[in-house]
């Protein structure tokens, strides 16, 4: 029997034991109640369930607690026995002593029935499961004992297969090391032949090298002496071009020197006229608010030189305004 019919064994014998208990505890709450009330003080009457309540669940607490104690393999000593024959006896002494008292035999042994059923259901309970706790105890030892002489044969067999692998490769080495032996014999000999032969080689590079150093170094003179008249041609060709852009840029400064002295005068006779009484001609107009708005003068004067209205001049001075903000930004972006 394999651990999982064995659980399931003790699956079933812990439901039936359950089952048992139960019956057991209403049985006696409904025979030992009556007997309770009869000989309850009035008043008091609504304590009658209490007592079999309390022997019940003595019942309970003996039934599973020896269930734990057995599946771990534990022993609860004397006590665990006394209290479980003690609800026994108390749980069949309650449910007989109605019928006792009248003297009934029949009944006595009808209410005998479940309270002697479960003292017994709760030995033979604690007596299967210790059963069942020692053979899955037995069955694990068991199993371990299987696994480790598994293993131990697997480790045989590892250690077998490792030393014929180590036997082998000691071979192979011992083979590659006399074939080793062999070659670096050759290869001296080898060696010797051709360390003469570079010697003799090296003797006629190095008469080589020095004709192909002096060579070079020549070349090298050479080199350097090109490099240098390169160089002075280079650094004169430099001061031309810069010496030309600083006269090219002195003349660009000069010739915008007299635009903008140009554009001052020019301004200065558009500003000349003084304020007027009507229109002037749009382009006339035009002129004398470009050159109101660059000397910075306000809307108001640049209308009393042009004689137009304040809306027409505000345009005149935005477009300007957004002219000189788009030049700013294309400066910029460059």
Excluded at 10 to 31: D, N, P, Q, R, Y
Excluded at 229 to 251: G, K
Excluded at 274 to 302: Q, T, Y
Aim: aromatic share 4%; net charge neutral; glycine share 6%.
């Amino acid at each position: 029997m394999n651990s999982a019919q064995i659980r399931s064994a003790e699956k079933a014998l812990s439901v039936g034991t359950w089952l048992i208990v139960g019956g057991a505890m209403l049985f006696s709450i409904l025979t030992v109640t009556p007997l309770m009330e009869r000989h309850t003080p009035d008043g008091w009457k609504w304590t009658a369930p209490i007592l079999p309540l309390v022997v019940d669940a003595a019942v309970v607490i003996v039934v599973r607690l020896d269930a734990v104690l057995a599946r771990l393999g534990g022993h609860g000593g004397r006590w665990p026995i006394a209290l479980r024959w003690m609800t026994g006896c108390m749980t069949l002494a309650l449910n007989v002593a109605d019928s006792a008292l009248k003297k009934e035999l029949v009944g006595v042994a009808v209410h005998a029935v479940a309270p002697l059923l479960l003292i017994v259901t709760a030995e033979t309970g604690l007596a299967y499961r210790q059963a069942i706790t020692a053979a899955l105890t037995a069955q694990e030892a068991a199993q371990k004992a299987e696994r480790a002489e598994r293993e131990q044969a697997a480790a045989e067999r590892r250690e077998a297969e490792e030393r014929r692998v180590r036997e082998e490769r000691e071979h192979a080495a011992q083979l590659v090391r006399e074939q080793r032996e062999h070659e670096a014999m050759l290869a001296r000999e080898q060696t010797e032949r051709e360390q003469a032969a570079r010697r003799e080689e090296r003797e006629r590079a190095e008469v080589r090298e020095r004709a192909e150093r002096e060579t070079r170094e020549r070349r090298e003179r050479e080199r350097e002496q090109q490099q240098a008249e390169r160089e002075r041609l280079e650094r004169q060709a430099s001061e031309r071009r810069e010496r030309d852009r600083l006269e090219q840029e002195a003349a660009a400064r000069r010739e915008h020197a007299e635009q903008r002295e140009r554009a001052a005068r020019e301004r200065a006779a558009l500003l000349s006229g003084g304020p007027v009484n009507e229109k002037l001609p749009e382009d006339h107009a035009r002129r004398i608010v470009h050159a109101a708005f660059g000397e910075g003068l306000p809307v108001r004067a640049a209308v009393e030189l042009c004689g137009w209205s304040i809306g027409w001049v505000s345009t005149r001075y935005q477009e300007h305004r957004d002219h000189t903000a788009g030049r700013a930004l294309e400066g910029a972006s460059q």
